[in-house]
């Protein structure tokens, strides 16, 4: 069973009666799910992820001050740390009494400065740029259980993607890329016979082509040690996660079939670009592709700032 599962399954049984028969009060203010960071959130989670930070557990997200205070607030974090400490097989770690736990009584401010860096009222257009893409996607993960307030979901809505045109210049700089790495500069840096250079051309050619993948999804990218796993659950282009793999993991003995792939790749974009109706047709190279999506953006302020500011 998945650890979202779990944690679902922990708090129907334990959870939803302590808070039912404790906090009725509370409840019409309380939401509760298991969003965040750990493989378990976003339903990655195998055998090999129980070594570390994997037990039954969820989250209590309240608001602020003005409406439950803290004394409120400690009470509800004792009655969690009361739940059966064992479920299923797996055991819960102890609460740090200084904060910082993954699970348990969270206010909904903290759990979002933590995710976006600032307090989510005042995030600006220029913001979006420099948050990480895995923490935006953390911030957004997992599953909601119920949400009887409605903050932690709202925000959670207007978080869940890009905004289009911060999307279409980050697209435009990650496109970009991939014609300096993979249609250039790999078979340049082969010709003067750098090989390890020429595979960092092809790291950097994939690294930004998974970026592009998941922006024409209008997806945030997760950790990178998940992006292969995200992107075979992808609506368009996963197909592509083949190719991005043979490009990393292979020799550079047949550098024509590597060459041949780049192309194929670039084709598989464009064509996927004008279907969305972000460029228009006539274009066969990466770099053709980031200034025509460079000029769809409607703010002009975002479309005139350079075409890598947003990678």
């Known amino acids: 069973?998945?650890?979202?599962?779990?944690?679902?399954?922990?708090?129907?049984?334990?959870?939803?009666?302590?808070?039912?028969?404790?906090?009725?009060d509370l409840l019409p203010f309380l939401c509760v799910g298991l969003v965040g960071s750990g493989s378990e959130c976003y339903g990655f989670d195998d055998e090999i992820s129980k070594d570390h930070d994997f037990e039954p557990g969820f989250c209590i997200f309240i608001p602020g001050e003005d409406v439950i205070d803290r004394k409120t607030a400690f009470n509800l974090e004792r009655a969690y740390a009361k739940l059966p400490k064992e479920f299923m097989g797996l055991k819960r770690s102890p609460l740090s009494p200084v904060g910082g736990s993954r699970h348990g009584v969270i206010r909904i401010s903290d759990f979002y400065l933590a995710k976006l860096g600032k307090n989510f009222e005042n995030f600006?257009?220029?913001?979006?740029?420099?948050?990480?893409?895995?923490?935006?996607?953390?911030?957004?993960?997992?599953?909601?259980?119920?949400?009887?307030?409605?903050?932690?979901?709202?925000?959670?809505?207007?978080?869940?993607?890009?905004?289009?045109?911060?999307?279409?210049?980050?697209?435009?700089?990650n496109l970009l890329l991939m014609g300096q790495s993979g249609q250039y500069n790999y078979s340049r840096c082969l010709s003067?016979?750098?090989?390890?250079?020429?595979?960092?051309?092809?790291?950097?050619?994939?690294?930004?082509?998974?970026?592009?993948?998941?922006?024409?999804?209008?997806?945030?990218?997760?950790?990178?040690?998940?992006?292969?796993?995200?992107?075979?659950?992808?609506?368009?282009?996963?197909?592509?996660?083949?190719s991005f793999e043979y490009l990393i993991t292979s020799d550079n003995s047949d550098y024509k079939l590597k060459t041949q792939i780049i192309e194929d790749i670039a084709s598989i974009i464009v064509n996927e670009l004008i279907k969305?109706?972000?460029?228009?047709?006539?274009?066969?190279?990466?770099?053709?592709?980031?200034?025509?999506?460079?000029?769809?953006?409607?703010?002009?302020?975002?479309?005139n700032l350079n075409i890598l500011y947003g990678v």
């Open 1 to 24: 069973m998945k650890g979202l599962e779990i944690a679902e399954k922990y708090f129907n049984e334990f959870g939803y009666p302590m808070l039912k028969s404790d906090f009725p």
């Open 192 to 242: 003067h016979g750098e090989s390890a250079a020429a595979q960092l051309a092809l790291f950097d050619f994939v690294k930004s082509g998974l970026n592009t993948v998941f922006l024409i999804n209008a997806s945030y990218m997760p950790y990178y040690k998940w992006s292969f796993k995200a992107l075979k659950n992808l609506e368009k282009l996963s197909s592509l996660s083949d």
């Open 124 to 173: 600006t257009a220029d913001d979006w740029f420099f948050v990480p893409e895995y923490s935006l996607f953390e911030a957004v993960n997992g599953k909601v259980f119920f949400d009887n307030y409605g903050e932690f979901s709202k925000i959670r809505n207007a978080f869940s993607t890009f905004p289009n045109d911060i999307r279409l210049k980050k697209l435009a700089g």
């Open 276 to 303: 969305l109706q972000i460029i228009g047709d006539g274009i066969s190279e990466f770099e053709g592709m980031a200034y025509a999506v460079n000029s769809s953006i409607k703010d002009p302020n975002i479309r």
